[in-house]
């Protein structure tokens, strides 16, 4: 792992890290096991959250493991993580621009029900090719 460079980006360096340790024979056996790991790392972030007095240094750790477990999973899968991200970054801001065209008031005040209903009606409106 020592060749990994550490100035590369995060996510980058995190997929680099994975395959090499998969080289090396340390991995998971199956796509079922990655994705168990992704669980496990998302309930200790949970728990980490329902803690009273929250550490954020313990977030911050907890959230870093997922992200290293996605990657894990995008690396088991064949995807490469940071084009999918890229992508869903511009499927965001797309929807997101549906979303204030559908809302010219401003999103300030609007309740989460709200807010998801426009969010659904931009995707709705994306996929049907009228935005």
Request: proline share 2%; net charge negative.
């Amino acid at each position: 792992l020592a060749g990994v460079a550490l100035a590369l980006p995060a996510l980058l360096r995190a997929e680099k890290l994975g395959k090499r340790a998969a080289r090396a024979g340390f991995d998971f056996s199956s796509l079922q096991n990655a994705r168990a790991k992704l669980d496990e790392e998302l309930r200790e972030l949970d728990d980490e959250l329902n803690e009273a007095g929250v550490s954020q240094q313990r977030v911050h750790e907890e959230l870093g493991d997922v992200l290293f477990s996605v990657c894990n999973l995008a690396r088991k899968v064949g995807v490469n993580a940071e084009h999918s991200l890229r992508d869903a970054s511009a499927r965001f801001e797309q929807r997101f621009r549906a979303v204030e065209a559908l809302a010219p008031q401003g999103l300030g005040g609007m309740s989460d029900d709200l807010l998801e209903q426009l969010w659904e009606r931009a995707k709705a409106n994306i996929q049907a090719g009228r935005l």
